[in-house]
């Protein structure tokens, strides 16, 4: 088997499903960090209190709520571009000489062979990742149990 044919065999066998799996993983793991960071911030809007008047209020009476974020796609793009040139080079070159000089005969005869391979490779790669994030309301079941412990002021 030519190299050729070698490194073009390795270069398709890619791990593409590792890659994708790779992206589902992280794409849960920071889906996760998203939400614990707005659980967090609902946490201490509920402990931040402000004065109005002379009465305390937190801010989660105030109706500050906090922003939760959900990946609505994600693209993985990986683009490899290669070529490679194997050549073969094979030449003779021969020559005859011959002088008579007063009976005397000479003759010289010259091969000159020549074998020349050679490989060439070259290869660019690019790749890229987007996510796109939104804005969502909190839960649903967070609302109503933020208006039930922080009804509005009246």
Request: aromatic fraction near 8%.
């Amino acid at each position: 088997m030519s190299e050729t044919v070698t490194v073009t065999t390795q270069l398709l066998q890619a791990p593409l499903p590792s890659i994708v799996e790779q992206l589902g993983v992280s794409i849960a793991r920071a889906q996760f960090a998203l939400d614990t960071n707005s659980i967090e911030l609902a946490k201490e809007l509920a402990t931040t209190e402000i004065e109005v008047g002379e009465e305390q209020y937190s801010l989660l009476t105030l109706g500050f709520l906090p922003s939760f974020y959900a990946f609505t796609e994600a693209t993985v793009e990986a683009r490899l571009s290669f070529s490679m040139t194997e050549t073969t080079e094979f030449s003779i070159e021969a020559g005859v000489q011959a002088r008579v000089n007063v009976g005397i005969a000479m003759v010289a005869a010259s091969v000159n062979v020549g074998y020349a391979r050679k490989f060439s490779v070259s290869a660019e790669g690019q790749s890229s990742l987007a996510a796109r994030l939104v804005s969502l309301p909190p839960p649903e079941g967070l609302l109503e149990l933020m208006r039930s412990h922080y009804p509005p002021p009246e």
